[in-house]
């Protein structure tokens, strides 16, 4: 199968490459590289088949041509990102992934991708019943936003020739080549392993579910390579049942990864009312060869090791290079980037 892969150069990118390749499909990867240079030193990297080097909101006809199925991952990536510019994120979220469906629905690609994400959920409260693929949207970011508006579009290109899926990942962890840590689970061990201290700026009690970024490449592995059926048009939550946290469990996991390192739970309310429990058995159920393989514990001993390891490389674990707010905002200000995140005319193109 003849695989494009955008955002290839971004957190779960690298490893999405790594597996398709690794199932014997021809990858194309698609991206513009805002983070390129976010990769851990002397990391090997399994390096797609082709590159492109483009600006989403500049996808041609000729990049989708003879492609069988899009993984689509290319978004401004979290919350905080999405708040630079709300107008952005509806341009680059939405517009353009629905622009990219057109395009390749046109060249006749059979499958498209999505990855949503299980924040759509936003503010669900702390209900004791997990939340499957019906469930009422109740987002409050305008990432969110941007995952419900470009759901509800690729659903209206849904034909006997075009199938869009839709993979609403829960937050990811992990480690990567090019690793976050303004990512809970992430960003929690990084404090635990730089500072011994692991302070929770909450009461803990929102609920997050968790899943590794191999997991969510598998999913979207399993969702390619499915029959037409049974992925035509549907949404799938990506995760496991036994991986719906309190983010006060999720930073337990990580006190007890890290002996000696410091617990605080705050206790104050912040900004962030997202709460949401997930049921993930459609996906479990009926995505054939979708098997989560990844444990809250294995990835903080995943983690753990990265930093054992001496990954770091002298850089600090709140650097540009590990949150992708600060990456952007350093691009800016270097000029290679204006403030609606174009590539600069005069500067080379960001992964060159």
């Given at each position: 199968?003849?695989?494009?892969?955008?955002?290839?150069?971004?957190?779960?990118?690298?490893?999405?490459?790594?597996?398709?390749?690794?199932?014997?499909?021809?990858?194309?990867?698609?991206?513009?590289?805002?983070?390129?240079?976010?990769?851990?030193?002397?990391?090997?990297?399994?390096?797609?088949?082709?590159?492109?080097?483009?600006?989403?909101?500049?996808?041609?006809?000729?990049?989708?041509?003879?492609?069988?199925?899009?993984?689509?991952?290319?978004?401004?990536?979290?919350?905080?990102?999405?708040?630079?510019?709300?107008?952005?994120?509806?341009?680059?979220?939405?517009?353009?992934?629905?622009?990219?469906?057109?395009?390749?629905?046109?060249?006749g690609?059979?499958?498209?991708?999505?990855?949503?994400?299980c924040?759509?959920?936003?503010a669900?409260?702390?209900?004791?019943?997990?939340?499957?693929?019906?469930?009422?949207?109740?987002?409050?970011?305008?990432?969110?936003?941007?995952?419900?508006?470009?759901?509800?579009?690729?659903?209206?290109?849904?034909?006997?020739?075009?199938?869009?899926?839709?993979?609403?990942?829960?937050?990811?962890?992990?480690?990567?080549?090019?690793?976050?840590?303004?990512?809970?689970?992430?960003?929690?061990?990084?404090?635990?392993?730089?500072?011994?201290?692991?302070?929770?700026?909450?009461d803990?009690?929102?609920?997050?579910?968790?899943?590794?970024?191999?997991?969510?490449?598998?999913?979207?592995?399993?969702?390619?390579?499915?029959?037409?059926?049974?992925?035509?048009?549907?949404?799938?939550?990506?995760?496991?049942?036994?991986?719906n946290?309190?983010?006060?469990?999720?930073?337990?996991?990580?006190?007890?990864?890290?002996?000696?390192?410091?617990?605080?739970?705050?206790?104050?309310?912040?900004?962030?009312?997202?709460?949401?429990?997930?049921?993930?058995?459609?996906?479990?159920?009926?995505?054939?060869?979708?098997?989560?393989?990844?444990t809250?514990?294995?990835g903080?001993?995943?983690?753990?090791?990265?930093?054992?390891?001496?990954?770091?490389?002298?850089?600090?674990?709140?650097?540009?290079?590990?949150?992708?707010?600060?990456q952007?905002?350093?691009?800016?200000?270097?000029k290679?980037?204006?403030?609606?995140?174009?590539?600069?005319?005069?500067?080379?193109?960001?992964?060159?």
């Amino acid at each position: 199968m003849r695989v494009l892969v955008t955002g290839h150069l971004g957190y779960i990118g690298p490893v999405m490459i790594r597996l398709f390749k690794e199932a014997g499909h021809t990858v194309t990867g698609l991206d513009i590289g805002y983070f390129k240079e976010c990769v851990t030193e002397g990391v090997s990297l399994v390096a797609p088949d082709k590159e492109i080097i483009r600006d989403m909101r500049d996808v041609a006809q000729a990049d989708v041509q003879g492609i069988d199925a899009i993984v689509h991952l290319a978004a401004l990536s979290n919350d905080p990102m999405g708040e630079i510019d709300q107008a952005l994120t509806h341009t680059i979220n939405h517009q353009c992934s629905v622009n990219l469906a057109k395009l390749a629905k046109n060249a006749g690609v059979e499958r498209f991708i999505f990855a949503s994400s299980c924040s759509i959920y936003g503010a669900a409260g702390n209900s004791d019943k997990p939340l499957d693929e019906s469930a009422p949207f109740n987002p409050v970011s305008a990432y969110a936003h941007s995952k419900v508006n470009t759901e509800s579009d690729l659903n209206k290109l849904a034909d006997e020739t075009f199938s869009p899926v839709y993979m609403r990942n829960a937050t990811a962890y992990g480690a990567s080549p090019r690793i976050r840590f303004d990512l809970v689970l992430n960003n929690l061990m990084s404090w635990a392993k730089t500072t011994g201290s692991i302070k929770v700026m909450s009461d803990g009690t929102p609920w997050r579910p968790l899943v590794h970024i191999e997991d969510i490449s598998r999913a979207a592995l399993a969702a390619a390579q499915a029959p037409r059926n049974i992925i035509h048009n549907q949404a799938f939550n990506i995760g496991r049942n036994d991986a719906n946290y309190q983010v006060r469990d999720i930073a337990e996991a990580v006190a007890k990864t890290v002996p000696g390192a410091k617990l605080e739970i705050t206790g104050e309310s912040g900004g962030d009312s997202r709460s949401y429990k997930v049921s993930f058995d459609k996906a479990l159920n009926t995505l054939p060869a979708f098997e989560p393989q990844w444990t809250l514990q294995k990835g903080c001993e995943e983690i753990n090791r990265w930093f054992d390891e001496g990954k770091l490389h002298g850089r600090a674990f709140d650097s540009r290079f590990f949150i992708r707010l600060k990456q952007l905002k350093h691009l800016m200000e270097a000029k290679h980037i204006d403030e609606k995140l174009r590539v600069q005319a005069d500067r080379l193109p960001l992964a060159s």
